[in-house]
């Protein structure tokens, strides 16, 4: 048994684009344990709803996290209408899911890139960022933001996309498929890549469920867990759905997941773009949460269910309103399959959880 | 023109931003806006980096690594704030744990707003931070470079605002003055 030394890991880190802190205590090489520091980008934004109302909040949700900036307006807008009983149209339904699922097909290239950044491919990173701007420039067509939408809000969405801009999106999404198909191949065949994926921070199934992991990282290991699969919104207009699993349980499987279910989210935005109903996008919101009303929403983030709680009072501003975001769900995951790595996989380690420290400390 | 303009590395930390800066600031390393082409080469080392690209609000946790980070930085280095955030604190500005934009904690050089500010913008505020960097080179080979100091002892600032001290970022006092001007 060699000597224990601790080794500081972050907050600042050429391989962490956000600031996370982890205390590693290494035997040799080999991580005996890691012990997450966080608060470096701690706000405190839930506080915030003392002084916006409940209509200005979704813009500073929006603002919890920049990458999935759109589902967090959503998960918003969805409890609040639900809090206030709001029926929201069709259309606007359908507008969400495709906005969505195109953020997810956004955030699952930017960590494509980011985990080919972490194990030396600068090249690899380089396509998947290319890729990703085809869809940031969808965003930018219809809505004028890259990566704060304001798309969404509560009643409905700020502005509708005409069926033959509709038609013409799914189109360059399938071109973008063709060269992202290429792309997968590197990342799930090349040698060099599987080297450094395969094994590595292993999660087994009954452990993903002891420490409640969430999103892709739970699906890796096997568990189906995917809230979309429950059909809220305009999930529930989908024929079938069924989520990528994948039983590795390694950094591999869980690049698989993510990997795969950019095509399924473009599946799903074809299917919804085929049969969205004509009608009004938004609708008129009046009056104010009712004195001890409350109300549960989730969504599925790019990175796993997300819970939001919303509680009115009977003003304008909410009492209280708190999320329950994916990386806080698997942090302690994380922190697990740290053990017993070596100092070198641990970039890797952190990497294939997808970790969003924004959204996790708010 | 030295080398330092010629080719400028940056260096760059998320104070507390939202993700929306950050990735628009890796965004414009990649081939699509490729600050390379300048020259700009994005290292994690601050004794490598000219160029420091801070982008939220500054909170109480993370103020000393920014202010670690300027400190590790060789002159002459220039400061860019990217995103409201870090110009002044932004959208998050009342939020109880936000101190402000980063001039809370080091001197900045070029602000930048925008939410989230768009690659363009930090491509422009890149290449204005040059036109800095290139002053202070010079001053520092004439020997004429003060280097500021770290606004830390910023008491005189601080101010008490319903319990908590609020240090006011000097960009948005200029903002507010240019609305009243204009009123
Ligand atoms: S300026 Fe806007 S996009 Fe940038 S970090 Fe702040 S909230 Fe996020």
Same mark, same amino acid.
């Given at each position: 048994?060699?000597?224990?030394?601790?080794?500081?890991?972050?907050?600042?880190?050429?391989?962490?684009?956000?600031?996370?802190? /982890?205390?590693?205590?290494?035997?040799?090489?080999?991580?005996?344990?890691?012990?997450?520091?966080?608060?470096?980008?701690?706000?405190?934004?839930?506080?915030?709803?003392?002084?916006?109302?409940?209509?200005?909040?979704?813009?500073?949700?929006?603002?919890?996290?920049?990458?999935?900036?759109?589902?967090?307006?959503?998960?918003?807008?969805?409890?609040?209408?639900?809090? $206030?009983?709001?029926?929201?149209?069709?259309?606007?339904?359908?507008?969400?899911?495709?906005?969505?699922?195109?953020?997810?097909?956004?955030?699952?290239?930017?960590?494509?890139?980011?985990?080919?950044?972490?194990?030396?491919?600068?090249?690899?990173?380089?396509?998947?960022?290319?890729?990703?701007?085809?869809?940031?420039? =969808?965003?930018?067509?219809?809505?004028?933001?890259?990566?704060?939408?304001?798309?969404?809000?509560?009643?409905? +969405?700020?502005?509708?996309?005409?069926?033959?801009?509709?038609?013409?999106?799914?189109?360059?999404?399938?071109? $973008?498929?063709?060269?992202?198909?290429?792309?997968?191949?590197? /990342?799930?065949?090349?040698?060099? +890549?599987?080297?450094?994926?395969?094994? +590595?921070?292993?999660?087994?199934?009954?452990?993903?469920?002891? /420490?409640?992991?969430?999103?892709?990282?739970?699906?890796?290991?096997?568990?189906?867990?995917?809230?979309? $699969?429950?059909?809220?919104?305009?999930?529930?207009?989908?024929?079938?759905?069924?989520?990528?699993?994948?039983?590795?349980?390694?950094?591999?499987?869980?690049?698989?997941?993510?990997?795969?279910?950019?095509?399924?989210? =473009?599946?799903?935005?074809?299917?919804?773009?085929?049969?969205?109903?004509?009608?009004?996008?938004?609708?008129?919101?009046?009056?104010?949460?009712?004195?001890?009303?409350?109300?549960?929403?989730?969504?599925?983030?790019?990175?796993?269910?997300?819970?939001?709680?919303?509680?009115?009072?009977?003003?304008?501003?909410?009492?209280?309103?708190?999320?329950?975001?994916?990386?806080?769900?698997?942090?302690?995951? $994380?922190?697990? =399959?740290?053990?017993?790595?070596?100092?070198?996989?641990?970039?890797?380690?952190?990497?294939?959880?997808?970790?969003?420290?924004?959204?996790?400390?708010? | 023109?030295?080398?330092?303009?010629?080719?400028?590395?940056?260096?760059?930390?998320?104070?507390?931003?939202?993700?929306?800066?950050?990735?628009?600031?890796? %965004?414009?390393?990649?081939?699509?806006?490729?600050?390379?082409?300048?020259?700009?080469?994005?290292?994690?080392?601050?004794?490598?980096?000219?160029?420091?690209?801070?982008?939220?609000?500054?909170?109480?946790?993370?103020?000393?690594?920014?202010?670690?980070?300027?400190?590790?930085?060789?002159?002459?280095?220039?400061?860019?704030?990217?995103?409201?955030?870090?110009?002044?604190? &932004?959208?998050?500005?009342?939020?109880?744990?936000?101190?402000?934009?980063?001039?809370? %904690?080091?001197?900045?050089?070029?602000?930048?707003?925008?939410?989230?500010?768009?690659?363009?913008?930090?491509?422009?505020?890149?290449?204005?931070?040059? &036109?800095?960097?290139?002053?202070?080179?010079? %001053?520092?080979?004439? &020997?004429?470079?003060?280097?500021?100091?770290?606004?830390?002892?910023?008491?005189? %600032?601080?101010?008490?605002? &319903?319990?908590?001290?609020?240090?006011?970022?000097?960009?948005?006092?200029?903002?507010?003055?240019?609305?009243?001007?204009?009123?």
């Amino acid at each position: 048994m060699g000597e224990r030394t601790v080794i500081p890991f972050g907050p600042h880190h050429p391989v962490l684009p956000e600031p996370l802190h /982890f205390d590693l205590v290494l035997e040799d090489e080999v991580v005996v344990e890691a012990i997450p520091q966080l608060g470096f980008v701690h706000r405190g934004l839930e506080k915030l709803v003392a002084k916006k109302d409940y209509m200005q909040f979704v813009l500073v949700c929006e603002r919890i996290c920049g990458i999935c900036a759109f589902g967090h307006s959503l998960g918003y807008s969805e409890t609040i209408e639900a809090l $206030m009983k709001i029926e929201v149209p069709i259309r606007a339904q359908y507008l969400r899911v495709i906005w969505h699922e195109l953020s997810r097909v956004h955030s699952h290239l930017l960590w494509l890139g980011l985990l080919a950044d972490a194990f030396g491919f600068e090249n690899l990173f380089m396509q998947c960022w290319r890729l990703r701007e085809e869809v940031l420039d =969808i965003f930018e067509e219809t809505t004028g933001g890259r990566v704060i939408l304001t798309a969404c809000n509560v009643g409905g +969405v700020e502005q509708d996309i005409e069926d033959s801009e509709l038609k013409a999106i799914v189109q360059r999404l399938e071109k $973008m498929a063709v060269e992202y198909k290429g792309l997968l191949k590197v /990342f799930l065949k090349d040698r060099s +890549v599987k080297n450094r994926l395969v094994g +590595v921070g292993y999660l087994s199934k009954e452990d993903a469920a002891k /420490f409640s992991t969430v999103g892709p990282f739970a699906r890796a290991s096997g568990l189906q867990e995917d809230l979309r $699969m429950l059909g809220f919104g305009g999930y529930g207009e989908l024929k079938d759905f069924q989520p990528v699993t994948s039983d590795g349980g390694d950094g591999y499987a869980r690049s698989e997941v993510r990997a795969l279910e950019v095509f399924q989210s =473009i599946d799903i935005i074809r299917e919804l773009v085929a049969k969205i109903p004509e009608g009004p996008y938004t609708q008129k919101v009046k009056g104010s949460p009712e004195a001890g009303s409350y109300a549960v929403g989730h969504l599925e983030q790019p990175r796993g269910e997300c819970f939001y709680l919303a509680k009115g009072n009977g003003t304008k501003f909410l009492e209280r309103f708190r999320i329950r975001t994916p990386t806080s769900q698997n942090v302690a995951g $994380m922190a697990h =399959i740290m053990q017993g790595c070596d100092l070198a996989d641990v970039p890797i380690n952190i990497l294939t959880i997808d970790p969003c420290i924004s959204c996790t400390e708010r | 023109m030295s080398s330092t303009i010629k080719s400028p590395w940056l260096i760059h930390y998320d104070a507390s931003s939202c993700n929306g800066c950050d990735i628009e600031v890796l %965004a414009c390393l990649t081939p699509m806006y490729d600050l390379e082409r300048f020259g700009i080469i994005n290292t994690g080392n601050p004794k490598h980096a000219d160029v420091f690209l801070v982008t939220g609000s500054v909170n109480e946790r993370n103020i000393k690594v920014v202010q670690q980070i300027y400190n590790q930085m060789l002159e002459p280095k220039v400061v860019i704030a990217c995103g409201i955030c870090a110009c002044t604190g &932004g959208i998050f500005k009342e939020c109880y744990n936000t101190l402000g934009g980063a001039d809370v %904690a080091i001197p900045v050089d070029v602000y930048a707003p925008g939410c989230a500010i768009r690659p363009e913008g930090i491509i422009d505020a890149v290449v204005m931070g040059l &036109g800095v960097l290139e002053e202070k080179r010079k %001053a520092l080979a004439a &020997g004429e470079l003060v280097s500021d100091p770290l606004p830390d002892d910023l008491s005189a %600032a601080k101010k008490s605002v &319903g319990g908590k001290t609020v240090r006011e970022s000097s960009f948005f006092e200029t903002l507010q003055k240019e609305d009243s001007d204009a009123a």
